[in-house]
T-cell receptor
Framework: DAGVIQSPRHEVTEMGQEVTLRCKPISGHNSLFWYRQTMMRGLELLIYFNNNVPIDDSGMPEDRFSAKMPNASFSTLKIQPSEPRDSAVYFC????????????FGPGTRLTVT | AQSVTQPDIHITVSEGASLELRCNYSYGATPYLFWYVQSPGQGLQLLLKYFSGDTLVQGIKGFEAEFKRSQSSFNLRKPSVHWSDAAEYFCAVGEDYQLIWGAGTKLIIKP
């Protein structure tokens, strides 16, 4: 299996620009998580999808952040407009039916907003 | 709400020496406990898990962890570390559908 795929791996953008991060979960997995990791705040859960439906988005920082999962094999996390404080590593993780705790992480997208 | 504490921000161990990383949790019932590892520049990978039964669990890469209810602990151990074990280690507890994460412990290996 190819594992969780994320793109791009690195993104540098200017403040105010729109940023879109992409994720392809492992085939057969029905849960998908978006995380943000920073030195200051550690690993934060942003949003959780189950069977393509957003179940909990309470971790999304503010309205500038949005996430979609149009089908079982693709999800996006969009930041519009981006701000320097959004600079972080964003991870996507997926898990198979039966457990949401055994999560498989992608390699992450390192976002730098200048 | 549950919480997870990893008291050591970083630990330095000589290659070939034994390792123990500490993890304490707060939870009323029997918890679901996990250790994940994050190598530099990579995502997290599940090392091992505890759901119930035998309190000593074996994981990948030669790691093991022991659940001690009386101490609310789930410490990670390895008898002999290798340079490739240098990484950040995260303890987590399952709550509802999500994992509650510790802050992580960075393991540094001395040659």
């Amino acid at each position: 299996d190819a594992g969780v795929i994320q793109s791009p791996r690195h993104e540098v953008t200017e403040m105010g620009q729109e940023v879109t991060l992409r994720c392809k979960p492992i085939s057969g997995h029905n849960s998908l998580f978006w995380y943000r990791q920073t030195m200051m705040r550690g690993l934060e859960l942003l949003i959780y999808f189950n069977n393509n439906v957003p179940i909990d988005d309470s971790g999304m920082p503010e309205d500038r952040f949005s996430a979609k999962m149009p089908n079982a094999s693709f999800s996006t996390l969009k930041i519009q407009p981006s701000e320097p404080r959004d600079s972080a590593v964003y991870f996507c993780a997926s898990s198979h039916p039966g457990t949401t705790y055994e999560q498989y992480f992608g390699p992450g997208t390192r976002l730098t907003v200048t | 709400a549950q919480s997870v504490t990893q008291p050591d921000i970083h630990i330095t161990v000589s290659e070939g020496a034994s390792l123990e990383l500490r993890c304490n949790y707060s939870y009323g019932a029997t918890p679901y406990l996990f250790w994940y590892v994050q190598s530099p520049g990579q995502g997290l990978q599940l090392l091992l898990k505890y759901f119930s039964g035998d309190t000593l669990v074996q994981g990948i890469k030669g790691f093991e962890a022991e659940f001690k209810r009386s101490q609310s602990s789930f410490n990670l151990r390895k008898p002999s570390v290798h340079w490739s074990d240098a990484a950040e280690y995260f303890c987590a507890v399952g709550e509802d559908y999500q994992l509650i994460w510790g802050a992580g412990t960075k393991l540094i290996i001395k040659p």
